[in-house]
């Protein structure tokens, strides 16, 4: 068990077409994500990640991707290394539990960047995860991560 990152931001969306909004801190509930968020439906991938590091590589790029403008995370982490990371994985984030349960955004193949022969950080640096543990996360919450239990 080690700690490795922290929470720098958390986005919620209410409804579609609305633009997300920042916000101190949010309830995940286990089965769900974010409550309250328009992707909170359940499912493997309850709720995206993205690092700090991944956003600002996307915004130094030449050409923007089809999903930079779309996508949206919910959580925003800084000083996680992402290619440590796999899939059954566990986060303890603020007074959640998330399993990891995919890597990277898929890619499009009509996105500007695919065509371009670049891939954009979605690719690589966005993490998906399901709720194990309901509870609150805020802005500055310590992430430490741990091995799923035999």
């Known amino acids: 068990m080690f700690n490795n990152g922290e929470v720098v931001a958390i986005y919620i969306k209410n409804k579609r077409g609305e633009q997300e909004k920042l916000t101190q801190g949010g309830n995940f509930k286990t089965g769900h994500g974010l409550i309250g968020d328009i992707h909170s439906k ?17 915004s130094s790029l030449a050409h923007k991707g089809l999903c ?7 959580i925003t982490i ?4 992402v290619s440590r990371l796999y899939i059954g994985l566990r986060l303890i984030i603020g007074e959640t539990i998330h399993e990891i349960t995919q890597i990277g955004k898929k890619c ?11 891939v954009c950080s979605l690719a690589k640096e966005v993490i998906f995860t399901k709720i194990i543990k309901s509870g609150k996360i805020k802005i500055g919450d310590n992430i430490i991560i741990i091995q799923k239990p035999s």
């Open 42 to 58: 359940g499912g493997n991938n309850q709720v995206s990640i993205f690092t700090l590091e991944g956003r600002e590589k996307n």
């Open 68 to 74: 930079m403008e779309r996508f949206y995370e919910n």
């Open 78 to 81: 800084k000083n996680i290394d």
């Open 108 to 118: 499009f193949p009509e996105c500007k960047l695919i065509r371009s022969g670049e």
